[in-house]
């Protein structure tokens, strides 16, 4: 296999969700591994730093959201909204939470940790799904403040 046939299936790779890929040609192995990054940060616009120069639309959306306390990530792990599988999520949008009570738990390298609410409020939003990876500082949850 030639350079630059390497090179122009590398391309075609990039605009596909294909992560990992690999063939066999004439006694030639090759094998291409990606990772898939999350952009979690540009999915969830932040309550506390709202951008400028975004549409009206967007800047009262901004304006609404700027009153809900974002509960973030302290760690990066896996997002469990719920203490096993089993079991019922801790919280549900429209769920009454008091400061110190846990919304959810991050798993990170097999350790359970709880994430706590640090205001009384009502949760307005979720933003994680359940058992997806979240990084350190990921808006998790959005309480409008009791």
């Given at each position: 296999m030639e350079l630059?046939?390497?090179?122009?299936?590398?391309?075609?790779?990039?605009?596909?969700?294909?992560?990992?890929?690999?063939?066999?040609?004439?006694?030639?192995?090759?094998?291409?591994?990606?990772?898939?990054?999350?952009?979690?940060?540009?999915?969830?616009?932040?309550?506390?730093?709202?951008?400028?120069?975004?549409?009206?639309?967007?800047?009262?959306?901004?304006?609404?959201?700027?009153?809900?306390?974002?509960?973030?990530?302290?760690?990066?792990?896996?997002?469990?909204?719920?203490?096993?599988?089993?079991?019922?999520?801790?919280?549900?949008?429209?769920?009454?939470?008091?400061?110190?009570?846990?919304?959810?738990?991050?798993?990170?390298?097999?350790?359970?940790?709880?994430?706590?609410?640090?205001?009384?409020?009502?949760i307005s939003k979720?933003?994680?799904?359940?058992?997806?990876?979240?990084?350190?500082?990921?808006?998790?949850?959005?309480?409008?403040?009791?």
């Amino acid at each position: 296999m030639e350079l630059e046939e390497i090179k122009k299936l590398i391309e075609f790779l990039k605009e596909t969700d294909i992560t990992e890929f690999q063939i066999e040609n004439e006694g030639t192995k090759l094998k291409i591994r990606r990772e898939k990054f999350l952009s979690s940060f540009e999915t969830f616009p932040s309550v506390k730093h709202p951008a400028a120069g975004h549409p009206v639309a967007a800047g009262e959306e901004a304006v609404e959201e700027k009153k809900l306390a974002t509960i973030t990530s302290p760690i990066v792990g896996i997002f469990h909204r719920a203490p096993s599988p089993e079991s019922a999520p801790f919280v549900e949008i429209g769920s009454a939470v008091k400061k110190g009570q846990v919304l959810c738990i991050v798993e990170a390298m097999k350790l359970m940790n709880e994430i706590e609410s640090d205001t009384d409020g009502v949760i307005s939003k979720i933003l994680v799904e359940n058992g997806q990876p979240v990084e350190y500082g990921e808006p998790l949850f959005l309480i409008e403040p009791a």
